[in-house]
């Protein structure tokens, strides 16, 4: 893993832990949504959104370097999918945070909840930022990859 990838997800997660209670099944969604965006900015150097693109360049970057941070621990699918467990509450998510909590990758599941929650809510579609955070995510692991050989 790039060192980059790290800190900015490690400063996103820092801003999540500081603010978000420890009980992430209890967050409302607004809650998620203004988590979500304090996060984004905080990987982002604290810049606020000026436009559209940005904003998904911004949140599309933090998502990719949630993958990388849990690179090795969990799939970027499996993240996503704990992740929209998360948001909707669904009957198998108290096992799915069992099983991120064994691989210590259960906050990042819960931010990555609370970044989809901020993004669908500066209109970025879910679908397109899963696709475009793996995409980077891949070809950033394929280029390092190449660096180190």
Same mark, same amino acid.
């Given at each position: 893993m790039h060192e980059t990838y790290g800190e900015r997800a490690a400063l996103a997660l820092a801003s999540y832990n500081n603010t978000a209670p420890d009980d992430m099944l209890t967050l409302t969604t607004r809650e998620r949504i203004q988590y979500g965006t304090a996060?984004?900015?905080?990987?982002?150097?604290?810049?606020?959104f000026t436009t559209y693109r940005q904003a998904g360049r911004d949140f599309r970057a933090l998502v =990719?370097?949630?993958f990388h941070l849990t690179h090795?621990?969990?799939t970027p699918p499996y993240l996503w999918l704990a992740g929209h467990e998360i948001r909707h509450h669904r009957p198998s998510v108290e096992h799915s945070v069992t099983v991120l909590r064994a691989v210590e990758v259960d906050q990042c599941a819960a931010l990555l909840a609370a970044v989809v929650e901020a993004a669908e809510a500066h209109g970025i579609d879910a679908d397109e930022l899963f696709a475009g955070?793996? =995409?980077?995510?891949?070809?950033?692991?394929e280029m390092s990859d190449r660096a180190a050989a």
């Open positions: 996060a984004v900015q905080a990987a982002a150097g604290a810049r606020p =990719a370097d949630l090795g621990r969990i955070a793996r =995409a980077q995510f891949t070809a950033e692991v």
